[in-house]
T-cell receptor, first 113, second 114 residues
Framework: GENVEQHPSTLSVQEGDSAVIKCTYS??????FPWYKQELGKGPQLIID?????GEKKDQRIAVTLNKTAKHFSLHITETQPEDSAVYFC????????????FGKGTTLSVSS | DSGVTQTPKHLITATGQRVTLRCSPR?????VYWYQQSLDQGLQFLIQ???????AKGNILERFSAQQFPDLHSELNLSSLELGDSALYFC?????????????FGPGTRLTVL
């Protein structure tokens, strides 16, 4: 079946460093790639998304890049802060069902000050 | 606060029982999605409803069913519960019915089956 692989599963950085999380997807028809941040005890919150007609998108300290040929996309967080500590999920739209998202297994990011 | 509400926050029940989880989407959203989050499986898509009709189905067990009512709130029914059904259940909503519509997640219901 369709699949999204996410790496690494855990990531520890020092405050001010950059963090990169990578995902690969299997459905070549996927055209929407959101990233969610989940804090303890809360539901996932959309932080940035990218569509297949765009190669890169930035929003302040967060950026996402997409390589459709290689079927992978990445989340980049610069100047990390302790409040960036959370679990991050990537997702890709799957079109065989028409309207669903398939999620990666998540990356636990820890930012120490 | 995403605007999506879920009740109850916590539910503790026994094996073999039946429970109902409730979700109210954001005002104006027509789609409701249900997800199951467990430690080993991550976030798994269960089912989607759009304006009262089933739109997409994921890895939803036959013991589970859902519906969306005319006021657009949705309920997820879990029956013949097993220990392995213990998980966080999230509801999300979006304006449209396409996978590339932004989904807003509720705070979740934590189900514990003893």
């Amino acid at each position: 079946g369709e699949n999204v692989e996410q790496h690494p599963s855990t990531l520890s950085v020092q405050e001010g460093d950059s963090a990169v999380i990578k995902c690969t997807y299997s459905d070549s028809a996927s055209n929407y790639f959101p990233w969610y941040k989940q804090e303890l005890g809360k539901g996932p919150q959309l932080i940035i998304d990218i569509r297949s007609n765009v190669g890169e998108k930035k929003d302040q300290r967060i950026a996402v890049t997409l390589n459709k040929t290689a079927k992978h996309f990445s989340l980049h967080i610069t100047e990390t802060q302790p409040e960036d500590s959370a679990v991050y999920f990537c997702a890709a739209s799957i079109n065989q069902a028409g309207t669903a998202l398939i999620f990666g297994k998540g990356t636990t990011l820890s930012v120490s000050s | 606060d995403s605007g999506v509400t879920q009740t109850p926050k916590h539910l503790i029940t026994a094996t073999g029982q039946r429970v109902t989880l409730r979700c109210s989407p954001r005002s104006g959203d027509l789609s409701v999605y249900w997800y199951q989050q467990s430690l080993d499986q991550g976030l798994q898509f269960l089912i989607q409803y759009y304006n009262g009709e089933e739109r997409a189905k994921g890895n939803i067990l036959e013991r589970f069913s859902a519906q969306q009512f005319p006021d657009l709130h949705s309920e997820l029914n879990l029956s013949s519960l097993e220990l392995g059904d213990s998980a966080l259940y999230f509801c999300a909503s979006s304006v449209g019915g396409r996978a590339d519509n932004e989904q807003f997640f509720g705070p979740g219901t934590r189900l514990t089956v003893l």
